[in-house]
């Protein structure tokens, strides 16, 4: 009995636990689920809810004062920001894994998945990022249940193939190009999960910052 139990926990046939919650972190339907949605009282894994903004958020391809946007230009802004979030947390320890999700559902738009070497780094990030703001906006931060990303992660999407779009259920995790990807993780990095190679030494500081970390909210 308690084998079967365990092997259902967290899917569609465990009708207690929150399948979604349990394995994406998210749930559409929140704190109104009729699921239970575990939250762990430790993790080496932290949530910044809804974090990213891209610059095309209300018309793709568009910026907020309707002029085209060159997708080039969205992937520039997209990656100063991963850029910039890496930096600031690996302050707090070694990041295995750093995903950002392209999905379009409120409970997952956004959202920034970072995975800690140690529980205790990630408790020390959640302790610092409480009460601050990022580009003018409170940052969210709660210990997640995530620690498998290959599990969360929509495999039709990387194939470009995923049909259900931004509301698809599982994470489509934004790509970062070869050249960050060498930068923040070395060379010996395979995918964008599980970065045990990665070396604070190969940091240099970009010299446009367009993000603003603070503690007051932007006036
Ligand atoms: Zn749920
Ligand atoms: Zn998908």
Known sequence: MAEHLASIFGTEKDRVNC???FKIGACRHGDRCS???????ISPTLLLSNMYQRPDMITPGVDAQGQPIHPDKIQEHFEDFYEDICEELSKFGEIESLNVCDNLADHMIGNVYVLFK????AAAA???LQGRFYS????IADFSPVTDFREATCRQYEENSCNRGGYCNFMHVKMIGRELRRKLYGTRHGRFWGTRSRSRSLYTKRQHLVFDWSTTQAS
Do not use: K, M, S, V
């Not at 140690?118 to 780094?121: G, L, P």
């Not at 003018?136 to 940052?139: A, E, L, Q, S, T």
């Open 118 to 121: 140690e529980e205790d780094q």
């Open 35 to 41: 699921r239970l949605h575990n939250r762990p009282t």
């Open 19 to 21: 399948p979604f919650y």
């Open 126 to 128: 959640l302790n610092a």
């Open 136 to 139: 003018g906006r409170p940052i």
